[in-house]
């Protein structure tokens, strides 16, 4: 048994047809944009993170001018 219990030598054979009837190039092509999907979708993630991030940071900075403003009426 191989992968999900589908043997090597089916999967072999199915590898054939799927060559056969797309060709070399067109499966070069559908990988290569497979892989530019992948990419943007990784970079779309990253950059969502670190859009996260920054409003993490400007929000903590938010709350302590808050602070320091509530004092300062305190003090007064």
Known sequence: MGIGGVSIGSLLI???????LF?????RSIGGD??????????AVRD???SRDA?????EAERHQARSHQG???VS
């Open 14 to 20: 199915v590898l054939v047809i799927v060559m056969l």
């Open 55 to 59: 409003m993490a940071i400007n929000v």
């Open 48 to 50: 969502g993170e670190e």
């Open 72 to 74: 300062e009426k305190a």
């Open 23 to 27: 060709g070399t190039k067109r499966l």
């Open 34 to 43: 497979l892989g530019g999907a992948l990419s943007g979708f990784k970079k």
